[in-house]
């Protein structure tokens, strides 16, 4: 009965897998190879004046394909330490950024 249980999940005696956490954001930065920074900004209420602060955090994220561009709208997902800073890795694009044109500034 006991090999039964372990051979159902290995791994794992019991435990399931909580669920990872995941964010969306803008792509502010595509200029390493297979990663993108994602900046995420918020809002939150000052603890004393009640006054909304606008706040951001900036994230590094794995981008196997290189498929992002700047200014694209991402889901990003967190995973294992893939080097020094990034911790997270793209699972979808959201929406595309507005492509400009050669000649518009």
């Given at each position: 009965m006991m090999s039964e249980q372990q051979n159902a999940m290995p791994g794992a005696i019991g435990q399931a897998r909580r669920p990872r956490a995941t964010r969306i954001g803008i792509v502010t930065s595509v200029a390493r190879q297979k990663t993108i920074r994602v900046t995420i900004e918020y809002l939150m209420r000052h603890p004393k004046y009640g006054k909304y602060l606008r706040r951001r955090t900036v994230l590094h994220a794995h981008d196997e394909k290189n498929e992002c561009r700047l200014g694209d709208k991402v889901e990003v997902m967190e995973c294992r330490p893939i080097s020094?800073?990034?911790?997270?890795?793209?699972?979808?694009?959201?929406?595309?950024?507005?492509q400009q044109k050669v000649g518009e500034e």
């Open positions: 020094k800073t990034k911790h997270w890795r793209l699972v979808r694009i959201v929406e595309r950024a507005p």
